[in-house]
Nanobody, 116 residues
């Protein structure tokens, strides 16, 4: 059993910053990839950022230059540093890890609200 615990969400004014964390525990074999998705009310869940075990990253166009994903494989933890936040970044943010060979595990979600 693998559990993901997210933290760091909250309410922030536009232009502010937040840092999300997601720590995985349990029967983890070897994490391949880690990432963050978000889902705003009435919208589909979308990929925000993704990082491979080798450190390669990719971002949604809407967050490039503002968000940074990083991972600590030793701690089975993934982070999302979010700067210059905008009201349109308001959503529930979910972390995901992919354990070897290809098992996906999701966090419970953390609310991020950006006020204008």
């Amino acid at each position: 059993q693998v559990q993901l615990v997210e933290s760091g969400g909250g309410l922030v004014q536009a232009g502010g910053s937040l840092r999300l964390s997601c720590a995985a525990s349990g029967s983890i074999f070897s994490i391949n990839d880690m990432g963050w998705y978000r889902q705003a009310p009435g919208k589909q869940r979308e990929l925000v950022a993704h990082i491979t075990s080798g450190g390669s990253t990719n971002y949604a166009d809407s967050v490039k230059g503002r968000f940074t994903i990083s991972g600590d494989n030793a701690k089975n933890t993934v982070y999302l540093q979010m700067n210059s936040l905008k009201p349109e970044d308001t959503a529930v943010y979910y972390c995901i890890i992919t354990d070897y060979p290809a098992y996906d595990y999701w966090g419970q979600g953390t609310q991020v609200t950006v006020s204008s």
